[in-house]
């Protein structure tokens, strides 16, 4: 049975680096084929991609925020981490992980808050 | 701004058919698969309808998607009070090596 689980910080002040990690079962992302998405929903808004990485260390990342973002994994822990620099009020957010197949993101994890405030 | 447009709301009456259109361009959903995502008020989003218009198991046949050109549908047969939810398409994009999510559409039957 595949699950994923965010966590992190709840609160971070603007200009902090925001750290994810996303936790697994149910799947190996050694396996060819395994992909690891991030997703994140501002309040009341719509979902926007973050980035994902690859079975084989493929990393791709959204246009708009590739210079903020890094997404990392650790295979023997089952963990995916997302860090993103310089935090601003605006990326206050539900962020989601995902697993991210030729079949779309088939499994959600839960979604964590995060909310950028001095 | 959302790179793929869906209309921001949709509704109609239990028992009727419901389409949700999703416009995107020749570098996503020209090329790629469309997915479907719904997303009920305070959950996370499920996955809907995969590669165009194949099911999950567990997803009623009451949800189909097409696509045709640069444009994908999601067509909700049997409105039921628990379809209303937020509807999200999505596809890979080429030209950016990115996924794309269309802005939502928020279901409502009266």
């Known amino acids: 049975q595949v699950t994923l689980k965010e966590s992190g910080p709840a609160l971070v002040k603007p200009t902090q680096t925001l750290t994810l990690t996303c936790t697994f079962s149910?799947?190996?992302?050694?396996?060819?084929?395994?992909?690891v998405s991030w997703i994140r929903q501002p309040p009341g808004k719509a979902l926007e991609w973050l980035a994902r990485?690859?079975?084989?260390?493929?990393?791709f990342y959204s246009t708009s925020l590739k210079t903020r973002l890094t997404i990392s994994k650790d295979t023997s822990k089952n963990q995916v981490v997302l860090t993103m620099t310089n935090m601003d009020p605006v990326d206050t957010a539900t962020y989601y992980c995902?697993?991210?197949?030729?079949?779309?993101?088939?499994?959600w994890g839960q979604g964590t808050l995060v909310t950028v405030s001095s | 701004q959302s790179v793929l447009t869906q209309p921001p709301s949709a509704s109609d009456t239990p028992g009727q058919t419901v389409t949700i259109s999703c416009s995107g361009s020749?570098?996503?959903?020209?090329?790629?698969?469309v997915y479907w995502y719904q997303q009920l008020p305070g959950t996370a989003p499920k996955l809907l309808i995969y590669r165009n218009n194949q099911r999950p198991s567990g997803v009623p046949d009451r949800f189909s998607g097409s696509k045709s050109g640069t444009s994908a549908s999601l067509a909700i047969s049997g409105l039921r009070s628990e379809d209303e939810a937020d509807y999200y398409c999505a596809a890979w994009d080429d030209s950016l090596s990115v996924w794309v999510f269309g802005g939502g559409t928020k279901l409502t039957v009266l």
């Open positions: 149910g799947f190996s992302l050694s396996t060819s084929g395994m992909r």
């Open positions: 995902a697993r991210d197949l030729v079949d779309g993101f088939d499994y």
């Open positions: 990485i690859d079975w084989d260390d493929d990393k």
């Open positions: 020749s570098s996503n959903i020209g090329t790629n698969y």
